[in-house]
């Protein structure tokens, strides 16, 4: 893999949340944001003309609590919930989760070290404080699936989560990419785990590049040590870029 690429004025810019511009914590509330971020990312939507997004399986709300004041564009939920740059929402049909999330539970009641995630259009269960339970929950959700249609299981970093078939971060790149302030320019992705692989392909897929943050096998081109150092390769972009009117403005976030 290479060194971190160079952030233009052309560029696309995309960035993963959890493990990405902000370490892991041991629980999704834990999440600390560093000093500095919040203005570099302000700064550099700006100067890119605003073709700079999230792309999380974060509920798009979450992101926006950690970012105050800021609201960037974001798709979360893995692309099943998407702000455009004008500020439109668009979001897909909450599928019934009732089976999978009542195995979660049953799981997290039985054993200590679960813990169930209940987000508007997918459910995760979190494993981290017991690993050796990885296997087992995985068995529980996938005889919970059997009884479900349409359904994709993502294994992330300690935790396995249940989400629609149909959406994935590779889609919601394609669309932001097919729309202004984006279409034209040179997409870059930077992300941290299993589940941004589809980010990779689908910016390797439109001439673009993808960073992996962190240890693990990835199609990406790129690879960083950890978020602080992606949180280094962003200052230095936002350094090296031209500084615009609206590159230290901050949109506050909505409902």
Known sequence: MQLLPTVSAQT?????????????????????????????????????????AIVTGRPIADVDRFLAPLALPTAGEHGAQCRLPDG?????????LAPAAAAMEELAAQHRGLMVEHK?????????????????????LREAMARMQ?????HGKYVLELKSASVDKGRAIEAFMAAPPFAGRVPVFAGDDVTDEAGFAAVTRLGGLGVKV?????MAEHRCLNPATLRGWLASARAGLPATP??????????
């Open 214 to 218: 962190g240890e693990g096998p990835s």
């Open 246 to 255: 609206s590159s230290s403005s901050i949109s506050p976030a909505t409902p």
């Open 120 to 140: 508007p259009r997918s459910v995760a269960l979190h494993y981290r404080h017991a690993p050796e339970l990885g296997r087992l929950c995985e068995a529980a």
């Open 150 to 154: 349409g359904m994709e299981l993502l």
């Open 88 to 96: 439109r929402s668009l979001s897909v049909p909450a599928p019934d």
């Open 12 to 52: 696309a810019l995309f960035l993963d949340f959890d493990g990405t511009l902000a370490e892991l914590a041991p629980s999704p509330d834990a999440v600390r944001i560093p000093l500095g971020l919040v203005p570099t990312l302000a700064a550099l939507h700006g100067q890119l003309g605003g073709a700079l």
